[in-house]
T-cell receptor
Framework: DTAVSQTPKYLVTQMGNDKSIKCEQN?????MYWYKQDSKKFLKIMFS???????INETVPNRFSPKSPDKAHLNLHINSLELGDSAVYFC????????????FGQGTRLTVV | GENVEQHPSTLSVQEGDSAVIKCTYS??????FPWYKQELGKGPQLIID?????GEKKDQRIAVTLNKTAKHFSLHITETQPEDSAVYFC????????FGTGTSLTVIP
């Protein structure tokens, strides 16, 4: 069973469109994250949710809106997509209280044309 | 917040040689230091980690050292093999993961 799964794996869309990326974890973790990885491979934290509550919201345009319906899911919705949004987006989860490793999904490669 | 610096950004070694990647961190509250390996087209995966109450940890060909006083930690890979070629990330964390900028390691057969 996949620990952290995100869909879709690839997403190609036109500028101005709205799209969503879904993430689910079956590890029973209390914290989930969204990271953006650009072409230089930098892993930049975007959001962090602990028990469905937002705890970190880095400097991210408000076109990006995370939604956590329950502890096992953290979806990312992006409005009015721009060329600069093209990147690989990773979902991850961890057990924050135990301060242990984060498990990553396989990534979603978003290409905005 | 935490600031994690990682060097070098690229590293090429001959198969069988050793590779060393170094990281420094700024927040003395950080107490958990994982290392991740990211292969092409995949998400980062944990390869080894160390906590602040330990100075060194080894797992087969991989070892990590931590100097809490100097706030730096290093990844050592011995007897490198072509399948070790990947991007490696260090991270420092207390309640939040802060990643280094990554090292692209190439092992030349």
């Amino acid at each position: 069973d996949t620990a952290v799964s995100q869909t879709p794996k690839y997403l190609v869309t036109q500028m101005g469109n709205d799209k969503s990326i879904k993430c689910e974890q079956n590890l029973g973790h209390d914290t989930m994250y969204w990271y953006k990885q650009d072409s230089k491979k930098f892993l930049k934290i975007m959001f962090s949710y602990n028990n469905k509550e937002l705890i970190i919201n880095e400097t991210v345009p408000n076109r990006f809106s995370p939604k956590s319906p329950d502890k096992a899911h953290l979806n990312l919705h992006i409005n009015s997509l721009e060329l600069g949004d093209s990147a690989v987006y990773f979902c991850a989860s961890s057990q924050r209280q135990k301060n242990t490793e984060a498990f990553f999904g396989q990534g979603t490669r978003l290409t905005v044309v | 917040g935490e600031n994690v610096e990682q060097h070098p950004s690229t590293l090429s070694v001959q198969e069988g040689d050793s590779a060393v990647i170094k990281c420094t961190y700024s927040d003395s509250a950080s107490n958990y230091f994982p290392w991740y390996k990211q292969e092409l087209g995949k998400g980062p995966q944990l390869i080894i980690d160390i906590r602040s109450n330990v100075g060194e940890k080894k797992d087969q060909r991989i070892a990590v050292t931590l100097n809490k006083t100097a706030k730096h930690f290093s990844l050592h890979i011995t007897e490198t093999q072509p399948e070790d070629s990947a991007v490696y990330f260090c991270a420092a964390t207390s309640n939040q993961f802060y990643f280094g900028t990554g090292t692209s390691l190439t092992v030349i057969p």
